[in-house]
């Protein structure tokens, strides 16, 4: 049996209701939170500052092995900038899934995430939580939606932020940034052979939620059950 913290994975394609979901089954577990797009935004974030070209491929490696991140629970920091808003522009999530590609973030990235994985337990979102960075979870999800129901969800995200991106030029740049994660040779966005998938176009939150705690109940991972929804 594993001695260390469990873990819930949750994995899938942008905007297919991983983040909020691994939010609410941490907040109703008592768990910690890794989002680990978060990080490879952050990259792409720090290039962008620093100048460094999206194709340099040996600066970029460089760049995230000195990077010092702090992530606590709402909030991001990089070398001591808080960088929780600035990560989550539609620039950004291009930038984060061209420096996803190359193999030497990763793995400074992997370090960071798997230091992660704490007492009393981690909810872990991304591409390869399951697969490569936790692949001894305790409970892997894979979460997906269509993609007509995914860029409808972002655009209204970045409607509600004041952005004014039309509908038809982010189903482009999802379909493209989801085709080269799942095509790059190095951890592609995949479920695992064991995770359990759910398709959430056309659920609500809060059912995703009941669903996976109903699979971490039956995993015997929730110590006593989870809090309550509200
Ligand atoms: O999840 P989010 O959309 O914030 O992730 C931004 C980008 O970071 C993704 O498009 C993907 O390229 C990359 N990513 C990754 N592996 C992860 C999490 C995110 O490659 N575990």
């Keep these: 049996m594993s001695t260390q913290p469990p873990v819930i994975a949750i994995d899938g394609p942008s905007s297919s209701g991983k983040g909020t979901v691994a939010s609410k089954v941490a907040e109703r577990l008592g768990w910690n939170l890794l989002d680990s797009g978060a990080l490879y935004r952050g990259v792409a974030w720090?290039?962008?500052?620093?100048?460094?070209?999206?194709?340099?491929?040996?600066?970029?490696?460089?760049?995230?092995?000195?990077?010092?991140?702090?992530?606590?629970?709402?909030?991001?920091?990089?070398?001591?900038?808080?960088?929780?808003?600035?990560?989550?522009?539609?620039?950004?999530?291009?930038?984060?899934?061209?420096?996803?590609?190359?193999?030497?973030?990763?793995?400074?990235?992997?370090?960071?995430?798997?230091?992660?994985?704490?007492?009393?337990?981690?909810?872990?979102?991304?591409?390869?939580?399951?697969?490569?960075?936790?692949?001894?979870?305790?409970?892997?999800?894979?979460?997906?939606?269509?993609?007509?129901?995914?860029?409808?969800?972002?655009?209204?995200?970045?409607?509600?932020?004041g952005s004014n991106v039309s509908l038809s030029d982010l189903f482009a740049s999802l379909g493209a940034r989801d085709e080269r994660d799942r095509s790059r040779p190095v951890s592609p966005l995949r479920a695992d052979d064991d995770a359990v998938m759910i398709d959430t176009t056309s659920m609500s939150i809060s059912a995703v939620v009941d669903e996976v705690l109903r699979h971490a109940v039956q995993r015997s991972l929730t110590g006593g059950g989870a809090k309550s929804g509200t």
């Design 46 to 161: 720090a290039a962008l500052q620093r100048g460094i070209a999206l194709d340099d491929d040996a600066a970029l490696a460089s760049m995230t092995r000195q990077l010092v991140f702090d992530i606590k629970p709402g909030s991001i920091h990089i070398d001591n900038a808080d960088v929780t808003q600035a990560i989550r522009e539609e620039p950004i999530s291009v930038g984060s899934s061209r420096v996803a590609r190359l193999g030497p973030v990763r793995d400074a990235l992997r370090i960071v995430q798997t230091g992660m994985r704490r007492p009393p337990g981690l909810v872990a979102d991304g591409r390869d939580m399951g697969t490569v960075v936790f692949p001894s979870a305790e409970l892997k999800v894979f979460l997906d939606a269509s993609v007509e129901e995914r860029a409808r969800r972002r655009h209204k995200q970045l409607i509600d932020k």
